[in-house]
């Protein structure tokens, strides 16, 4: 997707990107760096769900005919011993998964997911926990796609076991959590795979990539309820800049290939939410084209739909409330100022509150994409990102 944006802007032959597209897939299994499916693969060894070290082991690894028969052993071993998810999902191990992913530089969507998981288990959890615990919890992965390592390269490290020794070492994580095997997260970290000998894909704890971890939570005017963006060290953490405002993904994208978005600008794309979208598409083609035509560095995107776990530079995602809800960000206009500033937690419109106030007054929501069917049934009954996007049970 960067190579198509090279390519929009003439940085790039058709012939290249071509090579680019036929060597983009060289094998089986999920994209190597710390994206979504690595990220939540990473997770499930944390939080307790899944054996340590089954999900490092790369998808072509022999190894991964032994966690088969692993899995299957303890599979009829929780059956023996009735052990429910809802046992392992404590608390405790949420803390722990959120910490796992600062520590990683994880995906966005592991909020997304981690809130719906702990909405169906039935714990608390709240946007601000994300930002407390990561703020709270060093970077030591250098993956993809702010570092230069794939989960290849972590497994080489000695996987999961690794991480979660720097973690329990620094007691940044709950080693007393139970886990799928029975044992203790501190007692599978101590029996995984040893830390291979001058691995440097797995920092130590006295020289962190970066002191926090990569989940920041923004407030301001622009998203009263909460956005996400990931910080994993090389980002800008200010931008200023007029708005420029698409009601889709399509709209942007076509504007960004077409070379109109300037320097500086601020991409704000709307009516992408669990509601309008509907379902929250990830705009890893917009992100990584905006990244190849060389604006990764002066402009920055605001979306309530979501981002790849890819995406990488100024991005902010699960904008709350969405625009279908008559968020904030439904109210913003070509030009528009708008404020950035990780540091301070802000994303602000520099509107006038009574102005962006009679905006929405003024606003009426656009006809749903879907009128029936499963997805419009979707979008009348899901709830906000910042509630992890689940279900919701209409009142009989």
């Known amino acids: 997707f960067e190579a198509i944006g090279a390519n929009a802007a003439g940085k790039m032959s058709d012939a290249e990107l071509l090579e680019i597209e036929n060597a983009a897939c060289p094998g089986a299994g999920a994209c190597g760096g710390q994206y979504t499916a690595n990220t939540m693969a990473t997770v499930m060894e944390i939080i307790g769900l899944a054996p ?41 191990a949420f803390d722990n998964a959120i910490a796992c992913v600062a520590t990683t530089g994880g995906s966005t969507n592991a909020v997304l997911h981690l809130m719906a998981l702990a909405k169906e288990a039935g714990v608390e959890l709240a946007l601000d926990d994300f930002d407390r615990i990561s703020a709270r919890t060093p970077l030591i992965a250098d993956l993809m796609p702010g570092g230069k390592y794939t989960a290849v390269e972590v497994d080489r490290a000695g996987g999961m076991g690794v991480i979660a020794r720097r973690l329990l070492e620094g007691n940044f994580v709950d080693g007393s959590a139970i886990t799928v095997t029975g044992r203790t997260l501190a007692e599978e970290a101590e029996s995984a795979a040893a830390e291979t000998e001058g691995q440097d894909a797995i920092h130590p704890l006295s020289a962190p990539l970066k002191p926090t971890g990569g989940l920041v939570i923004l407030r301001g005017s622009l998203a009263p309820e909460g956005a996400v963006v990931k910080m994993a060290g090389h980002e800008r953490t200010y931008h200023k800049g007029p708005a420029r405002v698409f009601d889709s993904e399509e709209d942007a994208m076509a504007a960004v290939t077409a070379r109109q978005i300037q320097a500086g600008d601020v991409v704000i794309i709307r009516y992408e939410g669990p509601r309008g979208g509907p379902g929250m598409r990830e ?19 605001v979306t309530d739909g979501r981002f790849s776990g890819a995406t990488r530079g100024l991005m902010m995602g699960h904008v709350t409330p969405e625009a279908a809800r008559g968020g904030p960000i439904a109210a913003v206009r070509d030009g528009d100022e708008i404020e950035i500033d990780t540091d301070a937690r802000r994303i602000d419109l520099l509107v006038p509150a009574e102005e962006v106030q009679a905006r929405l007054r003024a606003w009426s929501p656009p006809a749903p994409r879907y009128a029936g069917g499963v997805f419009g049934r979707y979008a009348a009954l899901v709830s906000s990102a910042s509630e992890g996007a689940v279900l919701v049970t209409p009142a009989l």
């Open 52 to 92: 340590m070290g089954t999900a490092s082991p790369p998808a072509v690894d022999p190894r991964k005919g032994d966690a088969a028969v692993r899995c299957g052993e303890i599979v009829m071993d929780v059956l023996r011993r009735d052990l429910k998810p809802r046992d392992i999902l404590t608390r405790a």
């Open 283 to 301: 705009m890893l083609g917009v992100t990584a084209a905006i990244v190849g035509e060389g604006l990764g560095e002066s402009v920055a995107m």
